[in-house]
């Protein structure tokens, strides 16, 4: 076939090259993130970081991430929006994970109390319907000592 007729692949918005250049967009990204969350008075947004790395030397053993997408607010919320497109039956652990992740990473500075702990918002766009079983539930118990 001549080169010139060939077919050239498709490339959608859950291509990862085109999903990172599209939401690195801040009016864009943040008429996504409004559409997602409209509950949330979203004001402003601060530059998106494509592709953002969490890993660090002190923690060399555990799992590295690599966010498709991470934006932060006016009010210092963080958004991490992922695409998945393909089912490996782990999303929601995964997006526990990432969470965890943030939180180690961006949100609580040494000395810091706890209610200086940023807002994480772990956002994926899946191309399948999700068939895990169960939901992941955490539980916290507290218990009074004056009980």
Not at 74 to 94: F, G, K, M, P, S
């Amino acid at each position: 076939m001549n080169k010139l007729f060939e077919k050239k692949p498709w490339l959608g918005f859950t291509e990862d090259k085109v999903f990172g250049e599209v939401m690195l967009n801040k009016g864009f990204c943040k008429h996504v993130l409004q559409g997602i969350l409209p509950e949330l008075s979203i004001d402003k947004i601060y530059f998106p970081h494509k592709q953002e790395e969490i890993n660090g030397s002190e923690h060399y053993s555990q799992k590295d991430v690599r966010l498709d997408i991470l934006v932060e607010d006016h009010n210092h919320n963080l958004y991490n929006i992922e695409v998945q497109t393909t089912n490996t039956d782990d999303i929601a652990r995964r997006m526990r994970y990432y969470a965890a992740k943030a939180d180690q990473r961006y949100t609580l500075k040494k000395g810091s109390t706890y209610r200086n702990l940023k807002n994480v918002y772990i956002i994926f766009l899946c191309t399948f319907t999700r068939t895990e079983k169960r939901p992941i539930r955490n539980k916290y118990l507290t218990i009074n000592s004056k009980w």
